[in-house]
T-cell receptor
Framework: QKEVEQNSGPLSVPEGAIASLNCTYS??????FFWYRQYSGKSPELIMF????GDKEDGRFTAQLNKASQYVSLLIRDSQPSDSATYLC????????????FGSGTRLSIRP | DVKVTQSSRYLVKRTGEKVFLECVQD?????MFWYRQDPGLGLRLIYF???????EKGDIPEGYSVSREKKERFSLILESASTNQTSMYLC?????????????FGPGTRLTVL
């Protein structure tokens, strides 16, 4: 079974700086990757989906995928206090694109 | 706008009770999921359903069963609740796209078993 690993944090970043979140995965066959954000007491919500090698940008968020090194990262530029949350990396199961395996998440704290 | 609802936000049950958690989605999604989330362990898949009356076990199915009689409704059943089933339970649904399916989550049910 695949494994998805993340540093649990907390990662503390000053407001306005770049927050960098990393995720490694065990299956070289993984094709697509998800980043979910979960605020305290709330449910996860999808913020980024990346399929191919390289970078994908959406506003202040950039997902970077490096299949050779088997890691995917999420960069948050101009970090805001509202970005304080737990960020979950996820990859589909090899046997079914519909099921995904979540990492345990990295807790991010943006300090004013 | 996708909406996934769960029957209760908070539930307190006693050891040995039979517990039903219900989830309803309104976007005609084929897939539905039940997860539990515990500190330090992340989201773990209990059961997955890809069609009415169809189900697959996830990582931690022991002590749980599921029912999907209608496309929009997916129920999680704890046959005999135990204290180690105290957790946050999250339901999710997704549309099959074949290219990595985004999952939409309900608000969660925090279950406490005494």
């Amino acid at each position: 079974q695949k494994e998805v690993e993340q540093n649990s944090g907390p990662l503390s970043v000053p407001e306005g700086a770049i927050a960098s979140l990393n995720c490694t995965y065990s299956d070289r066959g993984s094709q697509s990757f998800f980043w979910y954000r979960q605020y305290s007491g709330k449910s996860p919500e999808l913020i980024m989906f990346i399929y191919s090698n390289g970078d994908k940008e959406d506003g202040r968020f950039t997902a970077q995928l490096n299949k050779a090194s088997q890691y995917v990262s999420l960069l948050i530029r101009d970090s805001q206090p509202s970005d304080s949350a737990t960020y979950l990396c996820a990859v589909p199961w090899y046997s079914s694109a519909s099921k995904i395996i979540f990492g345990s998440g990295t807790r991010l704290s943006i300090r004013p | 706008d996708v909406k996934v609802t769960q029957s209760s936000r908070y539930l307190v049950k006693r050891t040995g009770e039979k517990v039903f958690l219900e989830c309803v989605q309104d976007m005609d999604h084929e897939n539905m999921f039940w997860y539990r989330q515990d500190p330090g362990l992340g989201l773990r898949l209990i059961y997955f359903s890809y069609d009415v009356k169809m189900k697959e076990k996830g990582d931690i199915p022991e002590g749980y069963s599921v029912s999907r009689e209608k496309k929009e409704r997916f129920s999680l059943i704890l046959e005999s609740a135990s204290t180690n089933q105290t957790s946050m339970y999250l339901c999710a649904s997704s549309l099959v796209t074949g290219d990595g399916d985004e999952q939409f989550f309900g608000p969660g049910t925090r279950l406490t078993v005494l």
